[in-house]
């Protein structure tokens, strides 16, 4: 089938320009700049007043499928991924049984290609004891290996520091790394649990999960990958002081930043509570600050959302007890956009933070970019379309959002996966499948 989509602002590599795009099938047959062409035979879709942007690649996300579907499955969270502009996602391995065995990892592709909506792949995920595996694993069918360098969600940390060498050594694909010292983490716990209980509040979560916790691990993290040469893209980062450890448009050692850590600071928690609780915690004004900065000289390579559901219930309590996590992926463009109103970034560099570099960092083959023969892979937005989050917007199993309340400038109108319109202003196709991503 053939479509012709008009009449918009095309942002692709750098450049905006009003112009159309042709699909045939699956795939961009033209991109005309410009003139509208005459006499299309096929399907016209009018864009006139919207933004046509790559699809988002969001290289961070905890879907909790398989075994804990209780707060959300692929289903459910590619149909919010499909409403937020989101057309591939790479998920983690944190979930039960965890992503540690080629068994598992085949478990969730095939899953996938029952569930998903919007294009997939996984991440395989580093123990002590599972490098054995890494020479089994096809480099052209998943982007990278998780490693765990800091207690999380899952338990799946990887605390030796002889497995850490090892890892480092053998990789065959990138390695991302959540990078936060649990030994100062708990010691923080210990002392905060001696001055306000067994549950300190969660505005104390920051100091716990502190700046100097997150920077010794990411500095280690950085260290080993210079040591062996290693492909290292750090996870959500939170502070300042990090930044500092990362250089302008490096290929070997990236960073991501987090939508969360973008758009909210520990003030935040008088208003939202535990709803913000996430690992790393959101950090100061200052930091917060600087890591929107740092979007524009290139020592940040990717915009995630680290897209973690848990139920209301789960989020009750503090520090000890609440669970961390929090759902972004259906509102991460629009996040994003605001910040682009706000002239923290332009238009044209959040698209190559949130779709052209996760297709470069990962080697993705023929997406993450507006070019004639890749998948037609896009998402039309309309600035000046003021919507307030509800809950009845919200597509996430869980059901809620730290930005319920919200009004937003900018709306998704339709995403485009493999050249299908999976979401249509509000509607998605709910028989609509993915694709497996493939990388180089």
């Not at 933004?51 to 289903?75: N, S, W």
């Not at 990138?174 to 649990?193: G, Q, S, V, Y």
Request: charged share 25%; hydrophobic share 40%.
């Amino acid at each position: 089938m053939k479509r012709l989509i008009t009449g918009a602002i095309i942002v692709n590599e750098g450049r905006s320009f009003k112009g159309s795009v042709i699909v045939e099938d699956e795939r961009i047959a033209e991109i005309i700049e410009g003139t509208i062409p005459q006499n299309f035979e096929g399907e016209i879709i009018d864009a006139s007043g919207c933004y046509l942007l790559p699809g988002v690649i969001d290289d961070h996300v905890h879907f909790r499928e398989p075994g804990l579907t209780d707060k959300a499955d692929m289903e459910s969270e590619s149909r919010a991924a499909a409403a937020g502009g989101v057309t591939s996602f790479f998920d983690m391995p944190n979930c039960v049984p965890q992503t540690t065995t080629l068994e598992a990892l085949q478990e969730k592709f095939q899953l996938a290609a029952k569930k998903s909506h919007v294009n997939y792949s996984f991440f395989f995920g580093a123990t002590n004891d599972n490098v054995n595996l890494f020479p089994q694993l096809d480099v052209h069918r998943i982007p990278g290996i998780k490693l765990f360098m800091g207690s999380s969600t899952g338990n799946m940390l990887v605390d030796r520091d002889e497995a850490l060498e090892r890892i480092f050594k053998n990789a065959p694909l990138p390695l991302m790394a959540h990078c936060e010292d649990t030994a100062i983490i708990n010691k923080n716990m210990e002392e905060a649990k001696k001055g306000y209980g067994d549950d300190p509040d969660v505005r104390l979560h920051t100091l716990i999960r502190s700046e100097e916790a997150c920077l010794v691990s990411t500095t280690k993290a950085v260290n080993l990958a210079k040591k062996y040469k290693a492909r290292l893209h750090v996870a959500h980062l939170t502070t300042a002081e990090e930044l500092e450890l990362f250089s302008a448009n490096q290929s070997d050692i990236t960073a991501e930043v987090c939508v969360g850590h973008l758009f909210f600071s520990m003030l935040d928690y008088d208003k939202l509570g535990t709803r913000i609780k996430v690992n790393p915690s959101i950090k100061s004004p200052v930091d917060q600050f600087m890591l929107r900065q740092s979007l524009n000289d290139g020592r940040i390579a990717v915009v995630a959302t680290d897209h973690a559901p848990h139920l209301l219930a789960q989020k009750e309590g503090g520090c000890a007890k609440a669970a961390s996590g929090m759902p972004m992926i259906q509102f991460s463009l629009v996040a994003m956009l605001e910040l682009v109103d706000q002239k923290v970034l332009t238009i044209e560099r959040m698209v190559e933070l949130m779709s052209h570099n996760p297709a470069r960092l990962f080697q993705v083959r023929q997406r993450g970019f507006l070019r004639k023969g890749y998948q037609a892979d896009f998402v039309l937005v309309r600035p000046n379309q003021p919507w307030t989050v509800t809950s009845d917007v919200i597509l996430s199993r869980c059901g809620w959002s730290p930005l319920e309340g919200h009004t937003f400038n900018w709306h998704v109108e339709m995403t485009f996966c493999n050249g299908y319109p999976v979401y249509k202003q509000g509607v998605i196709d709910k028989d609509y499948i993915g694709q497996p991503v493939e990388f180089r």
